[in-house]
C-alpha cells in the first residue's frame, strides 16, 4: 500500500503563490505516476497535472499551463505543485494521487489519493 500526505494550500491574493507538497510512504517503489486534481464546490474532480517516472514525461491541464509547476524529490519520494500567478477560479481543494503506471488524466485510474487541501484565491 501506498499513503499520501499533503501539506501546503492556504489562502493567497489573485497572482501569488503557494506550494503544495506530497509526501509518499508505504511501498513507494511501485509508484510510476503522481498527479495532482482539483475540485471545486459543486463541481468534479479534475485533473491539474501528472508526472510519469517510466517516461519522464509532464502533462498539465490547458488552465494552467505557464503557471503551474509539478515536480518531484524521489530520493524523499515526494512531490510538489508550485503554483503562480493564481486567479480566482484556481479556488478548490486540491488532492494528490498516484498510480502504479503512466501518466493519466482521469483520476478514476489513480489508485492512491492523499488528503484535500484547500486552497482559496481571493479577488
Known amino acids: 500500500q501506498v499513503q499520501l500526505v499533503v501539506s501546503g494550500g492556504g489562502l493567497v491574493q489573485a497572482g501569488g503563490s503557494l506550494r503544495l507538497t506530497c509526501a509518499a510512504s508505504?511501498?513507494?517503489?511501485?509508484?510510476?505516476?503522481m498527479a495532482w486534481f482539483r475540485q471545486a464546490p459543486g463541481k468534479e474532480r479534475e485533473f491539474v497535472a501528472a508526472?510519469?517516472?517510466?517516461?519522464?514525461?509532464?502533462r498539465y491541464a490547458d488552465s494552467v499551463k505557464g503557471r503551474f509547476t509539478i515536480s518531484r524529490d524521489n530520493a524523499k519520494n515526494t512531490a510538489f505543485l508550485q503554483m503562480n500567478s493564481l486567479k480566482p477560479e484556481d479556488t478548490a481543494v486540491y488532492y494528490c494521487?498516484?498510480?502504479?503506471?503512466?501518466?493519466?488524466?482521469?483520476?478514476?485510474?489513480?489508485?492512491?489519493w492523499g488528503q484535500g487541501t484547500q486552497v482559496t484565491v481571493s479577488s
Open positions: 508505504g511501498r513507494t517503489s511501485s509508484i510510476v505516476t
Open positions: 494521487a498516484a498510480r502504479r503506471e503512466g501518466s493519466s488524466i482521469m483520476y478514476t485510474e489513480y489508485s492512491y
Open positions: 508526472k510519469s517516472w517510466s517516461d519522464v514525461s509532464t
